[in-house]
Nanobody, 123 residues
């Protein structure tokens, strides 16, 4: 099971840090991907990170504002979101995908999903 936390209401230009924590398994063998979804719209891949954190990737819409990191000792992945915009408002999900190497991650092939945390950016 994956559990997201850290969502909430923030003003434009503000910051939030989302956490994704594994329960019942270890994250060591998984790349982790953050997605977001607005009701009525398609789910969007936001960022992903390889098993050791050696490699990460960002959607163009968040590049330069969001930072993904992981601490395998704590089975936790963080998404630091800075300079938030109203268009970042969405439910954010983390998901785990089985990895065969530690130098890539993906937005497909997810095996385990969290239930999501709501981020609202509004004044």
């Amino acid at each position: 099971q994956l559990l997201e936390s850290g969502g909430g209401l923030v003003q434009p230009g503000g910051s939030l840090r989302l956490s994704c924590t594994a329960s019942g398994f270890t994250l060591d063998d998984y790349f982790i991907t953050w997605f977001r979804q607005v009701p009525g719209k398609e789910r969007e891949g936001v960022s992903c990170i390889s098993t050791t954190g050696r490699y990460s990737n960002y959607a163009d819409s968040v590049k330069g504002r969001f930072i993904i990191s992981r601490n395998n000792n704590k089975d936790t992945v963080l998404l630091q979101m800075n300079r938030l915009k109203p268009e970042d408002t969405a439910v954010y999900y983390c998901a785990a995908g089985g990895a065969s190497n530690d130098y890539t991650c993906d937005y497909r092939g997810m095996d385990i999903w969290g239930e999501g945390t709501l981020v609202t950016v509004s004044s």
